[in-house]
């Protein structure tokens, strides 16, 4: 009995040392650091004035705090890449408010998600390209105004002051979520 007791507080204390780093310091990429602002409103004569909805925003994989899960860098989930998108749009007035004449869908093709066996240290900077496919259509018709992707780049360094990891891939990605949302919107600006 007692060898039976010794062999299973070594087999708990051992899961207890193996388990240590399940639990990570990261959190989701935030709405407010993805979203663009816009300074530029467009006209009220201007094609798509207040008359975009957001559709179909798929594959955005979102965060989680337990390694197990594989996906610990710090992402949008679909739900919060929606609201970023249309806080983008309503800042140039693009954003429908209830009559659509189109629709913008967003796919995430590639996050660049990183996480801690990808990153060399947290001393040299951290990267991340993010690649979003947006297609812009028209309600009635299905027509396509709009189909591209776009790859955008977020960098984030010690001068950051972020000396965590998965803290400092977060800035990364936020930055280029940014650079991204920008992108998007300035080709819908362009559209006539």
Known sequence: ???????????????????????????EADPENTTYISEQQVSPDHKLYKGVKVGEVEGFAGTSVFPIMGKVSPNLNNDTARESIERTLASADLLASSNASYVLDAIMIDDGAIGAF????????????????????????????????????????????????YLQERIAAERSYLINMKNMLNALIAIK
């Open 118 to 165: 990808g990153m060399e240290t947290v001393w040299s900077g951290t990267e991340r390209d993010i690649k979003i496919q947006y297609v812009l259509h028209e309600i009635n018709n299905r027509l396509k105004l709009y189909d591209e992707v776009i790859t955008s780049h977020g960098e984030a360094s010690c001068s950051d002051k972020c000396f965590g990891l």
């Open 1 to 27: 009995m007692k060898t039976f007791k010794t062999i299973s507080i070594a087999l708990i204390s051992l899961s207890l040392l193996a388990l240590q780093g399940c639990v990570t310091m990261t959190g």
